[in-house]
């Protein structure tokens, strides 16, 4: 006997089919809204402001104001959708990869890869604007961007356990050696915003080769400044389309 049935007639509760695709079309308009958001942020800046990022996508800031409150909404749906983007990719080189060593170097190097494509993107979608940061520096961020580096630092500490086992090593549970990934996200980020904010014509290094680096840093420490590269696997630059996107 159906039992989903509504008091007034006994007729089974059926969603409205309108209300359905209405749901539908709203979830697209936001989707397609959010990449409008996100074009104009990379062609005008991080700083662009709502008339700024409405004008450029071609509607009315009362439109964007509906889809997401104000502009830290925005700021938010845009930072999850880069920062899922990122995430996806970086998961991909990891499993690609054929030892801990060479899972490392290909996630710096994406991370940073990324991050070039794009860095007003970048900026917009890690930072949260000065009025809502107050606090420590750790409450400064999004919080789709904490989860991020919780998820991130949770895959690189598998594969520095198994870097530790290639290598005969077992430190004791309560060994400090186990703080490294948070340590080695902690590096990558810095020195990956440094490196960005370094104007280009400052004979700046190229992505991969600062992902060699920060990779030899991590692994054999200030020997690494001039130890060998890791394997180093050439990826094709992303297209516009999937730049942060």
Same mark, same amino acid.
């Given at each position: ?16 089919? /309108?209300?359905t695709?209405? *749901? ?8 397609? =809204?959010?990449?409008?958001?996100r074009?104009?942020?990379? *062609?005008?800046?991080?700083?662009a402001?709502m &008339?700024?990022?409405a ?14 409150? &104000?502009?830290n909404?925005l700021q ?13 990719e970086?998961l991909?080189?990891?499993e690609?990869?054929?030892?801990? =060593?060479?899972?490392?170097?290909a996630?710096?190097s994406?991370? =940073? ?6 860095? !007003? ?5 890690? /930072?949260?604007? #000065?009025?809502t940061?107050?606090?420590? @520096? ?6 789709? $961007?904490?989860d991020?580096f ?5 895959v $690189? &500490?598998?594969h520095f356990r &198994?870097?530790l086992?290639? !290598?005969?090593? +077992?430190?004791?549970?309560? +060994?400090?050696?186990?703080?490294? @990934?948070?340590a080695?996200?902690?590096?990558v ?6 490196? =960005?904010?370094?104007? @280009?014509?400052?004979?700046r ?6 992902a060699?680096?920060?990779t030899?840093w991590?692994?054999?420490?200030? *020997?690494g ?7 180093d !696997?050439?990826?094709? #630059?992303?297209t516009?389309e999937?730049e942060?996107?």
């Amino acid at each position: 006997m159906n039992t989903a049935l509504t008091a007034a007639g006994g007729a089974p509760d059926v969603p409205d089919g /309108r209300a359905t695709r209405w *749901d539908e079309h709203r979830q697209q308009r936001r989707a397609n =809204l959010i990449r409008a958001a996100r074009q104009a942020v990379h *062609d005008l800046g991080p700083q662009a402001s709502m &008339d700024e990022i409405a004008t450029h996508a071609g509607t009315s800031k009362s439109v964007f104001y509906r889809y997401f409150g &104000d502009k830290n909404g925005l700021q938010v749906a845009v930072g999850e959708r880069a920062i899922n983007f990122m995430e996806r990719e970086l998961l991909m080189a990891a499993e690609a990869s054929d030892s801990a =060593l060479d899972g490392l170097f290909a996630m710096v190097s994406v991370y =940073l890869r990324l991050a070039e494509s794009s860095p !007003h993107v970048y900026a917009f979608s890690t /930072r949260l604007p #000065p009025e809502t940061a107050a606090g420590p @520096p750790a409450q400064g961020q999004p919080a789709a $961007m904490a989860d991020f580096f919780d998820r991130i630092a949770a895959v $690189m &500490d598998v594969h520095f356990r &198994d870097y530790l086992r290639q !290598h005969g090593r +077992s430190p004791a549970s309560q +060994s400090a050696t186990w703080y490294w @990934p948070r340590a080695a996200i902690g590096m990558v980020r810095s020195a990956g915003e440094t490196w =960005l904010g370094t104007p @280009p014509e400052a004979s700046r290094p190229d992505a991969a080769r600062l992902a060699r680096k920060i990779t030899a840093w991590l692994t054999v420490g200030l *020997d690494g400044t001039y130890a060998a590269s890791p394997t180093d !696997h050439p990826t094709a #630059p992303p297209t516009p389309e999937q730049e942060l996107s």
